[in-house]
């Protein structure tokens, strides 16, 4: 016991708040898996010549940017089923909701990371007898993808922190199951100083793997 802080109040309960990190890790892994793919795509239409490909892509970044994702996960959870005339379970719609959220903000850092890379460059590449696509894919891209580095990781600490919101559509994570130990046992100021310090560990080492990524980059 330190000062009001039941220590061993919280291994109690370790198991059930390793039940809900699990989930939460799922979630984010998943969801930012697929976000990447939908981010990279979208990103490359928020940059195309093709006016179809780029409306597509600009109306979903920003009705995507424009809602925030509490909502979107009510509307994923409650309001698709009906539409699409089958229910889906909390994880899937958890991941669902990630993969969106964060595929919109990613396709903004790609379309950011491209577009800041000099025209010259462009010019360059076809200077010596590369087409559009090679160009991009050879010169534009690689130089396009080390800057894609840190606004990538604040994306990714940011989507994990954002899975504490799917607890309102029932998904099993840190913070629902942190809810349910501390309503039912009195102990919120342990319990949830526990789930906070299980996000700092997350967030903080995600950080350092970044971190190490940019510093390999530069070399």
């Known amino acids: 016991m330190i000062g009001r802080f039941d220590w061993a109040g919280v291994i109690e309960f370790l198991p059930d708040l390793t039940k809900g990190l699990y989930y939460t890790l799922l979630i984010s892994v ?54 699409i005339g089958k229910n889906l379970d909390s994880i899937t719609a958890g991941i669902i909701v990630i993969a969106v959220n964060s595929g919109a903000y990613i396709a903004e850092i790609v379309r950011g990371a491209v577009q800041s890379i000099d025209k010259g460059q462009m010019e360059a590449g076809r200077s010596l007898g590369l087409n559009h696509q090679q160009t991009m894919l050879h010169i534009i891209w690689p130089q396009a993808f080390k800057r894609m ?15 504490s919101l799917l607890s309102v559509i029932l998904v099993p994570e840190l913070i629902f199951q942190g809810r349910l130990i501390a309503a039912n ?14 996000y700092l560990v997350i967030t903080f080492s995600l950080s350092m793997i970044l971190r190490f990524f940019e510093r390999r980059l530069e070399t």
């Open 30 to 83: 998943v969801g930012l898996l697929i976000g990447f793919a939908l981010g990279a795509l979208f990103g490359i239409g928020r940059v195309a010549k093709n006016k179809i490909f780029y409306m597509i892509s600009t109306v979903y970044v920003e009705v995507i940017r424009g809602t925030p994702v509490l909502v979107q996960a009510i509307w994923i959870f409650f309001a698709l089923p009906l539409i």
């Open 149 to 163: 580095i840190p606004p990538l990781g604040n994306q990714f600490i940011i989507s994990i922190k954002d899975t």
């Open 185 to 198: 046992h009195f102990n919120a100021v342990e319990i949830y100083t526990t789930v906070a310090l299980f």
